[in-house]
Structure formats: C-alpha cells, structure tokens
C-alpha cells in the first residue's frame, strides 16, 4: 500500500514538470511555415529585462507612454474586444507555453495549393480557466443571439463564428490544454490527431528542419521555419495562370516560366529565423536554404567570398553606420545582365540603347571597358550621426556616402560623369584637396565651401584613394575628402566591436556592417519633439497613409511628450550584421549588446 501511495505521489509530481510538445511535434509534414514561441512565461521574463523594454518603462517616459497606450486601447484594442465580447489581455494571459502561428497546406500532394491557418496556444496549468473562457465565449454568443455553430471534431468542441466560405469562418476549440483558432476545421483536425497515438511524420522530421533545428533553434526565445519549395511552386503555377501569354512573335516578351528560372527561386528550399536571448546581448539571425548547387539568379548575387570587411582605417569611431559588401563588382554586373536578358532580351536592348545615347555624346565611350572592367571588388557605406534639426525634412536627409572600389576611380569617375551628362545637364566641378567633385542636380551646385553646410537632392562624385566617392550631401563628400577628423580614434578598435562582431560570424566573411543605434536615434527623437504635428503631416503623404477623417483625434501620440533625449539614451547601443555564404545556403546574423548602462540579465 505504501509502495502504491509513494508511487502515485511521484507520478503527481511528475505530471507539472512534462515537457510541452514542441510546435514541430503538433504540427504534420504539409506545413508550409510556423512561427513560435515555444515557452511564453521565459519569454516574458526576457523581454521585461530588454532595454527597449526597460527604455518604454523608465519614469521620464510615463507622459509619453502612458498616453499612447492609452490610445492604443480605446482606437485598437477596445473595438476588437467589443467584437469578441472579451478583453484580449485574458486570452494572452493564458498562455504559459508556446504560441504557434503555422499555415497547412493540403496533405495531398495532387491537390490544388489551399494554404490555412492555425494558432496554437499552450495554457498549461491554466487549461482550466481557458476552458471558461470559452464557456462564457459560447454563452455570450447564445445570449446576444449572434451567428455561430457549435461543432465537434475528434472529441474536441469547436465555436465557429462568421460566414462559410474560403476564410470566411473562425474556429475556436480546447484540445487538452491547447487553444486551437483556425480557419479551416479538417485543418485543425490535423492537428488533433497529432496528439494520438502513431500520428505520423511531422514537420519535425523534415531533413531540412531539423539541421536548422540542431544548429539554431536551440533555446532560442522565438523560431520559425518557411518551406519554400511548395511556396515557388505555387508563385509559378500562379504567374502562368495570371500574367498574359506572351505573343510568338514578340522576341522581347517575358514569358513566365523563364522569371522564376532566371531569379533563381528553385534554389531556395527553405528559410529559418531565430531569435536569442543572453546577458551579452541580443541575437537575430536568418537563415537562406540555398545549397550552393543550386544558387543562381538572385542568389549568386548574394553571394560573398570569404574577404576582410572590417572597417578601413580611414572610417573613425564617430561614424553612426558603416557596411562593407566584398563582391566582384564586374562579375556581378555580369550576373544581373544575364538574369535580366534571361527574363527578357529586352534588357540587353535597353543597355544597348542607352550606351548608343552616351556614344553620341562622346563616341569613344565604352561601357564594358571604361566602367564595368574597372570596378574593384570592395563597397563600402559610411555615415555620420544625423544633424537633427527643426524641419520633418531633416529625418529624410541621408548624408551617407558610398565608396566604389577601383583600381582605376579616375577612370570609373569620368566615365559616370560621361554617363550621366548624357541628359545634357553638364556637371558643377570643384576641386577640393586635389580631387575633382562631380555636382549633378541640387541646390548645393552654387554654394561655396565656407557657406552653409548644404542639404540638396543632388548627386555628387569624386574620385579617391582606391575608391569613386557618391553621395548626395556635398557637404559629407567634402568632408571624406579632406580626411575625418576621428581623433586617431578607428571603428575597428572600437571597444566592444571585435566581441560583437564574432557573434555574427566576424569581418572576414566579405559582408559586416554596424550602427551606432543611440546616435542615429538622438537627431531622429530630437526632430520629432520640435515636430509634436509629425503624425498628421506624415498622414496622407504619398497616398500611403490616409488622411484621418475631420475630427480623427491621434492626440494620444503626443511627441511633445517625450522627455529629453539625455534621459533615455543609456537603454541605446549599438548593433552589428553579418552574412557569411556556406555551402548549405546563407547565414544572415544580427546582434545587438547590451548596453554598458543597462544591468545584465
């Protein structure tokens, strides 16, 4: 008897500390992405401890933060609660497992692509009020009279709300301690009977889920999977069907079948995300199932060889970003010709037609020659922090300049100035430092070096030490020109970035970039507080956002509210990226440290 007692008392206690099915294991091989949380209540306790997090909560935020969430409540939340006739925080509150957001496609092969939804919520411990919820879910719904059906698949109770048809239905059922919301009931099923006995292969014993599953998904905060196969497929049956078939006569037509060939999307059979969570920091990461086999079009684009790119010792430590692409620019101008001709010679006519303009202006110019054979195999961006300043332009003025590489940037510059003369609208030359500055366009075309800085939508061009200098604020052009002032201090010995940069694969990969996120934030925040309008003035601008209504009030976005920048910007740091071409596909890290300010986790 005692034997008995002490065995069920271990069971007891084991029962608490099961291990949750993970997403992969609910969901069957048909599935065609997901995206998870698999343990809510570890991911809450992170994302409390996130600097952004922390920043939003600091004291000196509350007149911000308290009136925009208030705003987000009444104008988002609180109608969509009207329509449930539940508040949405008693739902999110239930879940203490994962939360999955996956699309099904049919389990038959020969069928017609028909791609549905399903949630999945994991309520643990709080299955039991969840099945309250839904009993005064369906209680509310009987008692206001409104549509709905109740219906039962496999021994789970399912509310149906809304009208028949292709998503036009929503469906809500508690499969043991999982919230189960889709949109397709035979879908869901599918995901009940995996938790049967012998349910079959899932997507968790797809080959290529599972090797991302060992070398990324481990403990991360949130993942997800995208099998792009069935997707291409669909892209392709779909462009035949809808784009107009081209005429056989037509030599310069684009046929469907070629776009998908030429980009290269056959190549890609999957794509994975990530997300970590430690004391040093934040991690993101992307991955690009492409075996190098395969890779064409866009893909052999992407592609960099293992080269230095780390920042040259000419990029000072005061820079706000900084990218640095290794590729062999004249093989990669070759590949985007190609796959543009592949699509349709069209493109190779137009490359034809506009030299043809050029050569009539000076007939020596050859493109392949003067231009493309003299590119190097180096690009990089740099940009100084943002001004700042009192207009909403100046949140839109970029002063990044982009360095070409090139043995020959005499050469590579003059033929650009050649090309682009080709309007008629001749160049303003300067010269500065010994260097000749090519001006198109732009107000800054007049404005002499010792007036004030300039800000125009021109394009400027230099040649310089091993690079072709092009920007569009004369004024940073300028100033790279004459040498920064970085106080001998480099980004490269930067504290803290070599550390950060070997979270993302290093700088020998041929692609690194950084931002100094608090100082690129510092003029953003500082022209919006001059700028407490910048939400009306932005509705409505290019048709993008519409106007609000005659009385609309976004009030509740109040930028005068936000308090000075020097309060909050010890939540911000900097970040760095990095891509890194294996033979398996593309692996694409972001990583962000924690802040020096911030306590570590």
Same mark, same amino acid.
């Given at each position: 008897? *005692?034997?008995?007692? +002490?065995?069920?008392? $271990?069971?007891? %206690?084991?029962?608490? @500390?099961? !291990?949750?099915?993970?997403?992969? #294991?609910l ?22 401890k ?36 539940a ?9 203490q ?28 411990? *709080?299955?039991?009020? +969840?099945?309250?919820? $839904?009993?005064? %879910?369906?209680?509310? @719904?009987? !008692?206001?009279?409104?549509?709905? #059906? ?59 889920f ?47 079948a ?6 290269? @999307? ?116 740099v940009?100084q ?6 207009k ?6 970029s ?7 090139s ?19 001749e ?37 310089a ?14 100033n790279?020109?004459r ?36 100082e ?6 500082q ?29 509740w976005i ?37 802040p ?6």
């Amino acid at each position: 008897m *005692k034997t008995r007692l +002490l065995l069920i008392a $271990l069971v007891a %206690l084991a029962l608490p @500390l099961r !291990a949750a099915t993970p997403a992969e #294991k609910l969901l069957p091989s048909e599935t065609l992405a997901f995206f998870t949380v698999p343990d809510m209540n570890k991911a809450r306790a992170e994302w409390k401890k996130d600097p952004m997090t922390q920043l939003w909560n600091d004291p000196s935020m509350k007149a911000f933060s308290d009136k925009f969430e208030a705003g987000i409540r009444l104008h988002l939340l609180v109608p969509i609660e009207k329509e449930l006739g539940a508040k949405l925080e008693e739902y999110t509150d239930l879940a203490q497992g994962q939360l999955t957001l996956a699309v099904l496609n049919s389990p038959d092969p020969r069928a017609p692509f028909d791609p549905h939804g399903v949630l999945i919520v994991d309520a643990g411990n *709080k299955a039991p009020a +969840l099945a309250g919820k $839904l009993g005064e %879910l369906k209680a509310k @719904l009987t !008692a206001t009279a409104k549509p709905h #059906k109740i219906q039962t698949v496999r021994g789970v109770e399912f509310i149906s709300m809304g009208k028949q048809g292709k998503g036009g239905e929503v469906h809500f059922g508690q499969a043991g301690d999982l919230l189960l919301v889709g949109d397709h009931l035979p879908t869901l099923e599918r995901v009940i009977a995996r938790q049967g006995e012998n349910p079959g292969p899932g997507v968790g014993e797809n080959i290529r889920f599972a090797t991302r599953q060992g070398a990324q998904f481990r403990d991360a905060l949130i993942y997800g999977w995208v099998d792009c196969e069935p997707l291409v497929k669909a892209l392709i049956d779909g462009l035949g069907k809808n784009m107009p078939q081209p005429s056989p006569e037509n030599p310069m037509a684009i046929h469907p079948a070629r776009i998908a060939n030429a980009l290269g @999307l056959n190549g890609l059979k999957a794509m994975a995300v990530s997300m970590h969570s430690s004391p040093e920091g934040g991690l993101a990461e992307i991955f690009l199932d492409v075996p190098a086999d395969g890779r064409r079009g866009l893909f052999s684009l992407l592609g960099t060889e293992a080269r230095d790119s780390a920042p040259p010792v000419f990029v000072g430590a005061n820079v706000s970003k900084f990218a640095r692409w290794r590729q062999d620019l004249p093989r990669f101008w070759n590949n985007v010709t190609g796959m543009a001709n592949e699509i349709s010679p069209f493109a190779g006519a137009m490359i034809s037609f506009f030299e043809g303009s050029v050569r009539e202006k000076d007939p020596a110019f050859n493109l392949q020659t003067q231009l493309i054979a003299n590119l190097g195999d180096d690009v990089v961006v740099v940009e100084q922090s943002p001004r700042g300043g009192n207009k909403l332009e100046d949140l839109l003025t970029s002063n990044a300049i982009f360095l070409v590489g090139s043995p020959k940037p005499e050469a590579v510059a003059k033929a650009l100035r050649t090309m682009m003369s080709v309007t008629g609208n001749e160049p303003q030359v300067r010269e500065i430092e010994g260097r000749t500055i090519y001006s198109f366009g732009g107000a800054a075309a007049g404005v002499e070096d010792s007036g004030p800085k300039p800000r125009d939508t021109g394009i400027h061009l230099a040649a310089a030490p091993g690079y072709v200098a092009v920007g569009t604020d004369l004024a940073s052009l300028q100033n790279y020109l004459r040498g920064a002032k970085n106080e001998g201090k480099t980004l490269k010995d930067m504290p803290g970035l070599a550390a950060a940069a070997q979270k993302v694969g290093g700088m020998n990969t041929g692609s690194f970039g950084y931002e100094n996120y608090r100082e690129t934030m510092r003029g953003m925040w500082q022209t919006l507080q001059k700028n407490p309008n910048f939400i009306n003035d932005l509705m409505g601008l290019g048709g993008v956002i519409k106007k609000p209504k005659a009385g609309t009030d976004v009030a509740w976005i109040d930028l005068a509210a936000l308090p000075p920048f020097e309060k909050v910007e010890r939540y911000l740091y900097f970040w760095v990226y990095g891509m890194k071409a294996t033979p398996e596909g593309f692996q694409i890290r972001y990583f962000g440290p924690t802040p020096p300010a911030v306590p570590k986790k």
